[in-house]
């Protein structure tokens, strides 16, 4: 059995390309590339001023795009059918919803942090599974940012990468109106290959950590079970977080302790921040796991994520669980559900000679479980968002 890469960021380049050209009839002059994630650790944390530790996939975004001089705005999609056509002022919040709200939500973002975007035909064609819970939308935002960047000329610097992640959290949460935390943005523009990216959402500070996998793969297993952050799910959660900080006297609930956590009232608000709390204390245990090849404690630290998300959290779903459990049956070292929650994927370290076998025994469990066939891909950690002209 063979997970094949997706196409290389030049393939699907070309791909975008001949979109562009196929679809609005124009020759593109740049094209702007970003990556979807997935999360190792830290879930639910980022909004909550805690510790997240995600890697950049190879399966990415890309938009072509060729400036306009009349003003206008049009977007097509691969994924989609209709076009999408106006100006950058129709794609301020509540004119815009579906893929455009992703796409076009960051041209409007953009210009209101003060970056003059121009007229623009875009194309936009990815590889990151959609609802999958690895961060299609934020590819899409970052990919289109970078082409805007790559437009206006000159490579992104570090200020210019920060504004980008700035402006695709703006698109998504005011736009799209999903009200998520900024952990996919910043490691879709700032992974490094080979790494993950600790990035701590008090500071704002993040660094890559080299992984050292040495013949073990990050394999991913789509549940597709659907996943959809404007649901109500997602805002709930981050509600409960929010009254725990507020019933606490703290900014976030990355200052919170568990004993501290005795003064909640509502049980199932208690819960909730016992996640946070929990959770943020397993990041910087699974960085050390991670560096020093430790998988016991790797696959206890997963464990206790999963059950935490499961049970304080509330946001596993029987099929995460089937996957979870069948792949630490078959030889996993570590399994655990991995972003938002309410269906998507699952995360697992797997030796390389293990995988036929965990992969194989997930269809199975699946097949005798009536549920749908579930999808697997190898999560070899890339680098982050570029311009490629
Ligand atoms: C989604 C959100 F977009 C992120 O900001 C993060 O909160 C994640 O769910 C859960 O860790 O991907």
Known sequence: MSLPPPASP????????????????????????????????????????????????????????????????????????????????????????????????????????????????LHVDGTVPLGAGLSSSASIECAVAFAVRGLLGGEPDDEVRRAVVDACIRAETEVAKAPTGGMDQTVSVFAEAGSALLIDFTTHEHSAVPLALGDRRIVVTDTRVSHELTDGGYGSRREDCERAASEL??????????????????????????????????????????????????????????????????????????AVTTALEHGADAARMTGGGFGGSIVAIVASDRLDEVVAAINGAFADAGLGAPDHLLADPTAGARVLR
Do not use: C, K
């Open 249 to 322: 006297g703290v900014a976030t609930l990355r200052e919170a302790t568990l004993d501290d956590l005795t003064r909640l009232t509502d049980e199932r608000v208690a819960r909730r921040a016992r996640h946070i709390v929990t959770e943020t204390s397993r990041v910087p245990a699974a960085v050390a796991a991670l560096t020093d090849a430790d998988w016991g404690t790797l696959g206890d630290l997963f464990a206790a994520s999963h059950a935490s998300m499961r049970d304080d959290f509330e946001i596993s779903t029987p099929e995460l669980d089937l």
């Open 10 to 121: 030049d393939e699907l380049a070309d791909r975008a390309r001949r979109g562009l050209h196929d679809r609005l009839g124009v020759t593109a002059s740049v094209v702007g590339w970003a990556p979807g994630r997935v999360n190792l650790i830290g879930e639910h944390t980022d909004y909550n001023g805690g510790l997240v530790l995600p890697v950049a996939l190879p399966h990415a975004t890309a938009a072509a795009a060729a400036r306009r001089r009349d003003g206008t705005v049009r977007l097509s999609s691969a994924q989609a059918d209709d076009t999408w056509s106006g100006t950058v002022d129709d794609l301020s919040p509540g004119r815009v919803t579906g893929w455009p709200a992703y796409a076009g939500g960051v041209l409007w973002a953009l210009r209101e942090s003060g970056v003059e975007v121009p007229g623009l035909d």
